[in-house]
């Protein structure tokens, strides 16, 4: 079997399409020696790259975020080239917008079966934050044609491939008729307790004693709601001077917003991003607590990766990430505002770390990738049986 994964939402600093693609590759390397992968994404110049059964085809895009350093692939036919020399079995496309479409068109063509991941809510991540900027009927409005093109676009697909079964039986009540949940996963090999690590890298970061350390790991956006976090942390430092210490992992469109926050203390870290999944884990094992401020995810990735970390998470109630934590939510924020969300983490407190070993058993019982790729490779041999 060839998989092919095409997708805009892919650069070198992207966070968890990339490393869902990244991990399907090490799964099939590892697990799955007759299969081979084909991924098609923009770049900055035309390349092929092999290795072993996985080729990476980068199509020359213009860029369209200096941060997030994300492309706009709209040459078509160029895409349209890739699949017909590489003739995959199945194709999944990974966003909602011209390249879904291309995928689908392509996959008439060739006779190739088509799914598609539903990795980013885009009606609410997108159109509900402009409610304060055109008003309530004009976002209802909206709302509406995003639903109806949600469902015009996806029952072209064989499978809808959805993260969160909440999030799969709302856009089946929206008329989508092929949805299918299939969670998302960690590497339990390299996400793990490590209890002496958190002093060590402490120590190189230069994280005074006794600091509770907060992380966040992802995109500065407002879909991330990452305002909130850092208003949320203007009001840790005012009312517990010298008590907390914030680390973040990530970069986008408010950076800005987090450089005027580390200019005015030392009680904040950034890194824009970590290539390095090793490294990576050394920071969740830093930390006491991972705060994460989203409300409209449809996984929450990074939350999983910590808590296999054994770092509990605090965060604010009512998106589809609730369901991924395994540890008691009664003291996370129940409205989303920076009050709430400081409070909880003052609530919080220093978490402790004798918990860690169950909190990892926890996430490595339930979403390991190797759990996860094996039940998605069943759904493509599936869609292929059936085409």
Known sequence: MKICDLTQFYSPVSGGVKRYIAEKVAYLHRYSPQDEHVLIIPGEADEVRREGRATVHTIKSPLISKTSRYRALLRLGAVERVLTSERPDIIESGDPYQMAWKALASGKTLRIPVVAFYHSHFPEAYLRSTAKFFGRTATEFSMEMARRYVKALYNRFARTLVPSPALGALIAEWGVRNVENIDLGVDVDVFQPVPEDAAETRGRLGIPAGRIVLLYVGRLASE?????????????????????????????????????????????????????????????RSADLFVHPGVQETFGLVTLEAQACGTPVIGIHGSYMDRIIFTDQAGWARENSSEALAQAIVDAGRPSRSEAAALSENVSRHYSWRHVFDRLFEIYREVIAER
Do not use: H, M
């Open 224 to 284: 991330k709601n990452t305002r909130t976090l850092f208003q949320a942390f203007e009001i840790l430092r005012r009312s517990q001077p010298g008590s907390y210490q914030l680390l973040i992992t990530g970069d986008g469109t408010q950076r800005g917003l987090l450089q005027n926050l580390q200019k005015t203390g030392d009680d904040v870290i950034w890194q824009p991003y970590c290539p390095d999944a090793r490294e990576l884990a050394r920071l969740y």
